[in-house]
Structure formats: structure tokens, C-alpha cells
């Protein structure tokens, strides 16, 4: 694996482990999942591989984010607004 790849892929794993501390069955179920799929695509020597496993593991990165912030509205809605009937 090249140099600038390396960098771009240990960012990635730290990223989505600090977004999977919320996740909502729970953080080892995460940390165990994120790690069999590091763990499954390890042996990855081609660049252009390489480069469309970063990409998705950027999308599910948003797609966690977008996961929070649903939450965090949900629970403000319940908060401050009268349940619909």
C-alpha cells in the first residue's frame, strides 16, 4: 500500500471509529463490524481499489452523520413540540 494511501486509510478507520462510539447498538457491535471489514479488505494492493474502498467508507461516514443528526432531531422535536394525532 502506497504512503499517501496508508495515511488516507488510517484516517478513515479513526474517523469511523470515533463516529461509532454513538452508534445505536452500541459501540463494541461497531468497533467489531468496523474491524472484520478493515480486516477483510487488508490484503488490497491495487491503488484504484483502494481508492473506491476510501470512497465508500466516506459515504457510510455520511451516512452515519446524517443517522446523529436525525436523532438529535427527533429528540428535540419530542422536547419542545405536542405529539401529532
Known sequence: MANPLKTEVIRLYKNLLYL????????????????SAFMKNKDVTDPEKIKQLVAR???VI????????????????????????
Open 20 to 35: 461509532g462510539r454513538d452508534y445505536p447498538q452500541g459501540s463494541a457491535y461497531f468497533r467489531q463490524r468496523l474491524k
Open 57 to 59: 467508507g466516506d459515504f
Open 62 to 85: 455520511k451516512e452515519l452523520e446524517a443517522l446523529y443528526f436525525l436523532r438529535k432531531y427527533r429528540a428535540m422535536k419530542k422536547r419542545y413540540y405536542e405529539p401529532e394525532k
